[in-house]
């Protein structure tokens, strides 16, 4: 029973438990939004704003709520300066998807979990890639989306680790009381 | 990893999850119908990190030099040949485009051409890169109070890479030419034989070579012909090197860019402004062009005497003297 205690006793600490899945996606989309490339361009940045979703829509969806996935997309629309709202809809939709079949996700270890959220970035991805195509009236390249997806899972292993330690020490494991 | 999560089994969402990809579809629509709906926030977020992006510029670009440099140095007898060869081509060129401006020049003086407008430019530096699956460019280091404006042309060296599509007050955002959003009227002309100038449309796919879509389909491509602006719409300048065309193997046509985008660190932003053609005043047009009834004669004047003009004496022109001091033998005449 321990384990399922919270972390933080006074009000502000639990308040930034509860905000911190936010936070956290706000925080990655707003990294990977950072005009700088370390390999001058040739790779694109990962989804960083992704991995908060998936992670606590696995862990703590009452954290990660909908509502929550939309402000990071739009946060992601805002930043990458895209056409607005495509990343909103590939982000909710994904969130949907992993939402709706959580067990299965949750069940997953080691690297079986990492193509788990492979196939969940793959869901934002390829939603991005059609929304783009119905907007544009034709379909664009797939190696700068692909690459994009490659990057993003790339990132999970590490992602996932600090995130893992951010949960265990400042939000804790069990439902919120907000 | 599962038995490390403890799984909450039940979601109590604030907003059921149809009502959020209802609005995420709204927003979609929204952001079709006015595109600029996100910009400003863009705009400040870049004008407020902008002196952390001047800061890590330099450590950055290092390091991309660094890493660029560790595939290229097991290539550098190959490319310091190449470079040779295309020096003392460029010399050449160079040679011909120095007579060829002479020429120009003097032509320009015989038929009392007006000569291009001079362009202001702002210079600027490039202080971040973006390169995502549907969007490609750059942020500059001026903006709306260095006097930078939506639309203007962005230059390199080398040619042109873009245009300004979103200024904050110290930073812009330059829309590449290789970028899916990036359309510009182009002028392609022949480099074989002399089969005149083409126009076409540029378009940016976010591949490193914008497709050529062909105004004329009568037109006839070569590779190598050279592609410039062609500044129609009066958004862009005329003339403004771009790149050449190439073939791109199933029958279309792609322009390999002049300009780099990449390696970019010095830029300049064209003010480009061509003021609308003002149309005569009316008094100077026929009455039927210019939407008037027709005015009858005015009266003959009757005071006034008709005056004609004195004739001017006929000038017969005389072969010029190939030497400037006179002949032994005209001044003999001249004396007698």
Known sequence: MAALERPGSTTTQRLLGVLLPLLCGLLGVFIANIPISLLGGAVPPPLLGLLPIYFWCLVRPDLMTPAAALTIGIAEDILSGGPPGVWSLAFVL??????????????????VAVVGFGAAASVACASAYFTIAALYGHFQPLAPILSEL????????????????????????????? | MANAWKIARKSNAQLPLVIVIALAIVLVLLGKAQSGMFDQARAWVTDWIAPGLEKVRAPVQDFGRFVGSITEVFSVYEQNLKLKEENARLRQWRNVATVLQGRV??????????????????????????????????????????????????????????????????????????????????????????????????????????????????????????VVSSG?????????????????????????????????????????????????????????????????????????????????????ARPMATNASPSPEAAESEDQ
């Open chain 2, 105 to 226: 020049t003097r032509y320009q003086i015989l038929l009392h051409a007006v000569p291009d407008p001079k362009l202001n430019a702002v210079l600027a530096r490039v202080i971040g890169r973006v390169s995502r699956p549907f969007l490609q460019t750059m942020v500059l280091n001026a903006g709306k109070q260095d006097g930078a404006m939506p639309g203007q042309a962005v230059v390199d060296a080398r040619g042109m890479i873009g245009r300004i599509y979103l200024t904050g007050q110290r930073t812009s955002w330059v829309i590449l030419l290789t970028d899916l959003n990036s359309r510009i009227p182009v002028t392609i002309s022949s480099a074989v034989g002399s089969s005149g100038n083409v126009q076409a449309m540029m378009t940016g796919d976010n591949t490193t070579m914008p497709v050529l879509d062909i105004v004329s389909r009568q037109a006839t491509l070569h590779a190598g012909d050279q």
């Open chain 1, 150 to 178: 490659a990057m993003t899972v790339l990132f999970y292993v590490p992602t996932v680790y600090v995130f893992g330690i951010i949960h265990h020490r400042l939000v804790g494991a069990s439902r919120s009381d907000f």
């Open chain 2, 232 to 316: 129609d719409g009066g958004l862009l300048p005329a003339g403004l090197p771009i790149g050449t065309v190439v073939d791109d193997g199933s029958g279309g046509w792609r322009v390999a860019l002049l300009a780099d985008a990449s390696s970019s660190q010095d830029v300049e932003i064209l003010n480009f402004s061509q003021p609308p053609e003002a149309l005569p005043p009316t008094v100077q047009l026929p009455a039927e062009a210019a939407g008037l009834k027709p005015q009858p004669p005015p009266p003959v004047a009757a005071t006034p005497a008709l005056v004609l003009a004195a004739p001017k004496p006929v000038v017969v």
């Open chain 1, 94 to 111: 994904t969130y949907a998807v992993v939402a709706r079949q959580r067990d299965s996700f949750a069940g997953l270890s080691g690297l």
